[in-house]
């Protein structure tokens, strides 16, 4: 969704910094979307790992720390993507980021904090994790460590700086299965250990530190810091949301729907998974949405393509969904079973539906990526809250068990945050690059 493909004739594309085109050549995108793809292959490989590791109930518990750490990863997104944004303005100006970039990165350490402070309360502990206090502990340091991460791959894909901000997700994703090893082999592994060696990949930030803080001059004036500070609790509040119904639908489920059955649950959570695969088709173009929007949207002719790629990409991404379920409905029981065990049985119906909810979200969270760029962090929370509160709603007071709410919540709520969120970015006014704040 990003533009059309590069041919070698449409300098546009091709050329970083043309006006009206991307900003981003196919081979940046390539090279993004085989980071992406590999740092994911590499948390499979922690998924499938764990699921083979450790019985159902103790599975069940590290899937709600897992959700929990990557839904607080998922919720500091909106930090990578406006720094993203900073860094596209100024490098289309040819100057640095100042102290907006500074407080959007404060803004979100305090977030953070506070949200991972709330696991450690004994009540909310004890009904997420039982008797594995520590994990919370865990998920508050792992998720301050990762702020600074989506500031830093923020601030260096903004700058079109893709190798390192490729080699960054590639060196976060791999730390964890291979500490992980280290601990089986040293025969150390256990539910609490194996969580700290995922929370260790969060401080992979630490080896490209440097060349993102040369982008920044906290000196330079920019926005008034409540402006700034209530933009970003916006789009966090956007984000926390989307991580409930992403890598913290777990933890919701848990939360919202306590009591379930522990098997059905490791199977049900088995089989989320797997079918979050489909997220990976639209991870790369996710991660160059924000600066790609901008830089189109510097040009009547830039706007026109986008306004044509999204319409094309939307329409094409639904029926992309309506694909994935069916396989999921028809081959999805055989893939549980093949990646994670024989022990995790789950219906047809169950991976169908968690495929469809998949693309969908993915949906959603391109378009929000152009409501970012477009400066509309109101609008990205409304399409947000229509998802997660759909989705909690049908879990609290739909009909059926315990399994098949959550899966119905995964289906209702996406498939409305598509329509509204596509209808709210139809109905914005997209920015021109120099009227946007830095």
Do not use: C
Request: no cysteine; net charge positive.
């Amino acid at each position: 969704m990003t533009g059309e493909p590069v041919t070698g004739t449409e300098p546009t594309v091709a050329e970083p910094d043309a006006p009206g085109g991307t900003g981003v050549g196919g081979r940046s995108v390539g090279r993004v979307t085989l980071a992406i793809l590999a740092g994911s292959a590499l948390g499979y490989a922690v998924v499938i790992l764990t699921g083979r590791l450790l019985d159902k109930p103790d599975y069940v518990v590290f899937m709600t720390f897992w959700g929990l750490l990557f839904g607080l990863g998922s919720a500091l997104s909106p930090l990578e993507q406006e720094l993203s944004r900073q860094s596209a303005v100024a490098k289309t100006h040819g100057g640095k980021l100042g102290s907006n970039a500074v407080t959007a990165l404060v803004v979100g350490l305090v977030a953070v904090g506070v949200a991972g402070a709330v696991t450690l309360v004994p009540g909310v502990n004890t009904r997420l994790f039982g008797d594995d206090y520590w994990l919370g502990a865990v998920v508050l340091v792992g998720g301050l460590a990762f702020a600074v991460q989506f500031a830093v791959r923020g601030l260096l894909v903004g700058d079109n700086q893709v190798d390192p901000y490729a080699g960054l997700i590639i060196v976060e994703a791999a730390v964890r299965p291979v500490v992980m090893v280290a601990l089986v082999v040293a025969a150390l592994h256990s539910t609490l250990t194996l969580a700290v060696a995922a929370g260790v990949g969060s401080f992979a930030w630490l080896l490209f530190g440097r060349r993102a803080g040369a982008r920044v001059d906290r000196h330079l004036p920019g926005d008034p810091s409540g402006a700034v500070v209530r933009r970003m609790l916006m789009l966090f509040s956007s984000a926390a949301l989307t991580a409930s119904v992403v890598t913290g639908y777990p933890a919701m489920v848990g939360l919202l729907a306590p009591g379930g059955d522990p098997d059905r649950l490791g199977s049900l959570y088995a089989a989320l998974a797997v079918a979050r695969i489909p997220l990976l088709l639209f991870a790369a173009v996710q991660a160059l949405a924000v600066p790609v929007v901008v830089r189109m949207s510097s040009t009547p002719e830039g706007l026109r393509r986008l306004r044509k790629v999204l319409a094309v990409g939307t329409l094409g991404a639904v029926g992309l969904a309506g694909l994935g379920a069916v396989v999921g409905l028809l081959i999805g029981p055989w893939a549980v079973r093949f990646m994670l065990g024989a022990k995790y049985d789950v219906a047809g119906w169950v991976v169908a539906g968690l495929v469809w909810s998949s693309v969908l979200i993915a949906v959603v969270q391109l378009l929000a990526a152009v409501l970012v760029a477009r400066v509309r962090p109101g609008a990205v929370l409304l399409a947000w809250a229509v998802v997660s509160v759909t989705s909690a709603v049908v879990l609290v007071v739909g009909p059926g068990d315990h399994v098949a709410r959550a899966v119905l919540g995964l289906v209702v709520g996406p498939t409305l945050g598509v329509l509204v969120a596509a209808v709210l970015v139809a109905r914005s006014e997209p920015s021109v690059v120099e009227r946007m704040p830095a």
